[in-house]
């Protein structure tokens, strides 16, 4: 691929600010600044720096970011930050998306991407995948409570049970299980629906993808390599809810 197009697919600006970046001599290759625009480049594993900043092609990126607290996962938000101002500019130039949303006020694993592929795959309401919260409770959960979000809850204006699956105690008014779906609210509706608030919402597992271990900090991202970002798409094996 030629060096303007390439960076051009990297987030680097239109086909002419490329060219104009690396005329300007901002752009190097193994050390070496390269001026011509035409230089062919072999992708896969190119490597290529701009303005001394290092970075390695990628066809599609697949990045996870742990999501801090008043952070709304839409680009234009009125009353709260979004969370593409914890990207780089050239990832927001390349039009990453969030797949699926978390509420401002939600914290945790948080995946992102330009393969629209990946993002319909995960999206679909048909694709069940596990994604698993922590959550915080105003009162404690009493056992047989625990059985009816085990068992399921209606929604308001939603159709089906809404199940509380893989259920665990982690400590007072503090649990943590996952859901299938993916309606509006639906870890706060479901635990109003038993009479009860949420307090605090932390998601730490999407599928088999757990954010302990990508080691990043809250407000700090990363890319996922094959296995990470394949690893969130593993679909639950029992299903009974639709
Ligand atoms: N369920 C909620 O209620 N909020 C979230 O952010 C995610 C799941």
């Given at each position: 691929m030629q060096l303007d197009k390439l960076l051009q697919s990297q987030g680097f600006g239109t086909r002419k600010q490329c060219q104009i970046l690396i005329h300007r001599g901002h752009v190097s290759i193994n050390n070496d600044v390269v001026h011509d625009h035409k230089f062919r480049c072999n992708t896969p594993n190119f490597q290529f720096s701009v303005h001394g900043e290092k970075f390695s092609y990628r066809e599609k990126v697949y990045i996870a970011l742990n999501k801090p607290q008043?952070?709304?996962?839409?680009?234009r938000t009125q009353h709260h930050h979004s969370?593409?101002?914890?990207?780089?500019d050239h990832l927001i130039e390349r039009n990453v998306q969030s797949i699926g949303r978390l509420d401002q006020d939600t914290t945790g694993l948080l995946l992102l991407t330009d393969d629209g592929q990946y993002l319909h795959q995960l999206t679909h309401?048909?694709?069940h995948v596990l994604k698993y919260y922590q959550i915080h409770t105003t009162e404690a959960l009493s056992t047989d409570v625990i059985k009816q979000l085990q068992n399921g809850v209606e929604l308001r204006n939603e159709q089906g049970l809404f199940q509380a699956l893989n259920f665990e105690k982690i400590g007072e008014r503090h649990y943590r299980f996952a859901i299938s779906q993916g309606v509006y609210h639906q870890v706060k509706r479901m635990i109003v629906a038993v009479g009860n608030h949420v307090d605090a919402l932390h998601r730490d597992q999407i599928a088999e993808l757990?954010?302990?271990?990508?080691?990043?900090?809250?407000g700090e991202w990363c890319y996922l390599s094959e296995s990470e970002y394949q690893s969130a798409t593993v679909r639950a094996i029992s299903e009974n809810n639709t």
């Open positions: 008043g952070y709304e996962c839409s680009h969370v593409f101002e914890l990207l780089p309401p048909k694709k757990k954010l302990e271990q990508l080691s990043i900090q809250s």
